[in-house]
């Protein structure tokens, strides 16, 4: 409390909420422990020797450093060759997605014509069938076509259950971006097709480097359907981790180490994209 040319000002207590911000923090750091357990674990069991990887009471702490489960790994099978073949699948199935579910969403979210409510309901009813549901009908479709143990016949199937998705997803982003935009480029001299590739595209791109991510992960994490449809011979790399399982047992230190080879790809593309993904939707489009 201070005077000052008679008058009384009264300081007001400083307020301390560092408990719930500390809680909070409690909260997010036990749910990251809980979460990134298992690529915790999946990394130790990968550079532990295989002996300890079996041990029936293991160790939290990593008991060694070795590389020759990574070398058992690459010679129990070949591996080059079902990583290249899912890499083709999932960048095919993430470029085709891309389009035809831009344009796809772009009909439905700007256009309007007549089953518009109906194209709506029929693709979150599509995404709602199991995917087990799936699998006799797409093998015979497959088989009748002509297209069964065939990479194009699995990124048709890929897209079957990855479009839906993409379409849903990017009609919720260009719904969020103002329509006013487009009309003022268009009054700007722009056609439809300029005001979309000159506005809304680059408004557009955050979302549409989310969902290209999420159909990518989802492709190259397929399992089912590349067993189902796929032989040995051409086998997906999810399907190659099944190699380590024989009827001796399963090798559970080369199963970790080709684990942790497949997870690069998906690591790597997402420390490319992380900054697009978390960039803001319309961020700078309407200054005032």
């Given at each position: 409390m201070s005077t000052?040319?008679?008058?009384?000002?009264?300081?007001?207590?400083?307020?301390?909420?560092?408990?719930?911000?500390?809680?909070?923090?409690?909260?997010g750091l036990l749910a990251f422990l809980v979460l990134g357990f298992p690529l915790y674990w999946m990394l130790n069991t990968a550079f532990k020797p295989a002996k300890d990887a079996i041990d029936p009471d293991p160790s939290l702490l990593p008991t060694g450093l070795t590389f020759d489960?990574?070398?058992?790994?690459?010679?129990?099978?070949?591996?080059?060759?079902?990583?290249?073949?899912?890499?083709?699948?999932?960048?095919?199935?993430?470029?085709?997605?891309?389009?035809?579910?831009?344009?796809?969403?772009?009909?439905?979210?700007r256009f309007a014509f007549r089953g518009r409510k109906i194209v709506i309901v029929g693709i979150l009813a599509v995404q709602m069938v199991p995917l087990v549901a799936m699998i006799i009908p797409i093998f015979l479709l497959l088989n009748d076509l002509g297209q069964y143990d065939k990479l194009t016949g699995l990124i048709i199937t890929y897209l079957t259950f990855i479009l839906p998705f993409t379409v849903w997803t990017l009609r919720g982003f260009i719904v969020n971006i103002p329509k006013e935009l487009e009309e003022a480029a268009m009054v700007d001299g722009c056609t439809r097709t300029g005001a979309f590739i000159r506005v809304v595209f680059p408004l557009l791109a955050p979302g549409m480097v989310a969902t290209s991510v999420?159909?990518?992960?989802?492709?190259?994490?397929?399992?089912?359907?590349?067993?189902?449809?796929?032989?040995?011979?051409?086998?997906?790399?999810?399907?190659?981790?099944?190699?380590?399982?024989?009827?001796?047992?399963?090798?559970?230190a080369p199963m970790m180490a080709g684990a942790t080879m497949m997870a690069v790809p998906i690591v790597v593309l997402f420390l490319l994209v992380q900054r697009k993904m978390a960039a803001g939707l319309t961020a700078g489009a309407v200054k005032g």
């Open positions: 000052l040319s008679g008058t009384t000002t009264a300081t007001p207590p400083v307020r301390r909420r560092r408990s719930p911000k500390l809680g909070w923090n409690l909260l489960n990574f070398e058992r790994a690459l010679d129990i099978a070949d591996f080059w060759g079902p990583v290249g073949r899912s890499l083709v699948v999932s960048l095919v199935v993430v470029v085709v997605g891309m389009v035809v579910g831009t344009l796809a969403a772009l009909a439905i979210s999420y159909g990518f992960i989802q492709a190259w994490n397929e399992y089912l359907y590349a067993l189902m449809l796929m032989s040995q011979e051409h086998e997906t790399a999810t399907v190659w981790l099944g190699n380590f399982t024989t009827k001796h047992g399963t090798e559970y």
